[in-house]
């Protein structure tokens, strides 16, 4: 879980996307607070800029035209870009001129006549980059049109296997960089898809309950529960509850607790505790699945078991009857590694495939 060096390498835009300047296409500007847009995750709105946090956070858009550009801040983040049920492509903001603040990167001009839906989600970690969406482009004649709402709500909680750190790396031989990131290929956005839910996503790669990565034995203040009222944890404002309440709220958190040095088997256990109690008084209704995997084995996976399976009772005693239990297989190495003997894309598929049936016959809801 341990986070290295971070190369950001300048690097073109994948697939057919090219930056081009503003003031070369005629087009109009949808602002980031245009009331067609549509949010989902944890994201501030100011006068300029939609301000993103955390990885699965995306604006939707429906237009009608051929064009289509998106103004974002440059050298942040990666992004993955679907038009209506086209292939998505991963998308880049990082150029050349390691100077340039913001640019406007094309993203098609080859559409056909009709409406077209847009979905553009930050799939990397913003607390690197502090990216920020300062619109869309389109053609001027364009018009906007209504986008529908996912019915099912999924919050996720966790660490770096829900960001999918990694993911696309060749191998555990290489380190932590933006580039091989993708939480596309986490877990749980293979699970919002399937069972097409609308993500909230609260995750830091190397974070913990009450300890992160290599951590004091006490503990660290700047822990998941710290940051977890807040719009993100470099944004001190409040968030409003209010604004998303999940169906199910998953929570994988503890493997960098139980990671490399000492570790307070009791503290973790009180901070879970403490952690999952305090989710209950926000989300009285919401079901909350404990996870565990897939990372850890022998002595800190018993461990891991053993902290779970106190916080399950503590709330089942609490009379909590929404409150549950799931375990990852752990990872081999037979699928593969990404960096860091992180979860590769196949083991991430697996953890889908793992959890998928449980959803399905725990909470009476199917997959598409």
């Known amino acids: 879980m341990k986070l290295s060096s971070i190369f950001l390498s300048c690097v073109a835009l994948l697939c057919f996307s090219n930056c081009a300047s503003a003031d070369n296409k005629k087009m109009q500007v949808v602002a980031p607070s245009n009331p067609n847009l549509v949010y989902e995750g944890r994201v501030e709105i100011d006068k300029s800029a939609a301000h993103f946090f955390y ?17 974002l801040k440059c050298n942040s983040a990666y992004y993955m870009v679907t ?4 292939a998505p492509f991963k998308l880049s903001t990082f150029v050349a001129d390691s100077l340039q603040k913001d640019s406007v990167f094309t993203i098609t001009e080859n559409l056909k006549a009709g409406y077209h839906t847009v979905e553009l989600a930050l799939v990397t970690e913003g607390y690197f980059g502090h990216p920020e969406f300062y619109g869309f482009r389109v053609d001027k004649d364009a018009l906007l049109g209504l986008v529908r709402r996912k019915s099912l709500r999924f919050e996720f909680v966790g660490n770096s296997i829900t960001c999918a750190y990694g993911v696309e790396a060749a191998s555990q031989k290489e380190h932590f960089t933006l580039e091989t990131e993708n939480f596309y290929h986490s877990y749980a956005d293979i699970l919002c898809r399937r069972f097409d839910a609308e993500p909230m996503v609260v995750a830091r790669s190397g974070i913990g309950v009450y300890r992160n990565y290599g951590g004091p034995t006490e503990g660290n203040p700047d822990n998941l529960p710290s940051f977890y009222d807040h719009v993100s944890m470099i944004n001190q404002k409040e968030w409003n509850f209010c604004k998303f309440t999940p169906d199910i709220l998953f929570i994988n958190l503890g493997t960098n607790d139980l990671s490399t040095g000492q570790y307070n088997l ?6 879970y505790i403490a952690f999952v109690d305090h989710i209950r008084e926000v989300y009285p209704k919401t079901k909350i ?8 084995k022998n002595k800190r996976l018993e461990d891991y078991d053993k ?3 106190a916080v399950y009772k503590h709330r089942k005693q609490q009379g909590d009857e929404f409150i ?23 083991q991430q598929r697996l953890m889908a495939d793992e959890i998928t049936p449980f959803v399905e016959t725990t909470f009476s809801i199917k997959a598409k």
């Open 307 to 309: 902290v779970h399976a």
């Open 83 to 86: 038009i209506d049920s086209m």
């Open 324 to 346: 549950y239990r799931f375990s990852f297989t752990p990872q081999t190495g037979k699928l593969g590694f990404g960096a860091d003997f992180h979860p590769s894309m196949k």
């Open 55 to 71: 990885p699965g956070t995306s604006v939707r858009m429906s237009f009608s035209g051929q064009s289509l550009a998106a103004h």
């Open 289 to 296: 699945v404990l996870l565990e995997g897939c990372l850890l």
């Open 266 to 271: 009791e503290k973790m256990t009180a901070a």
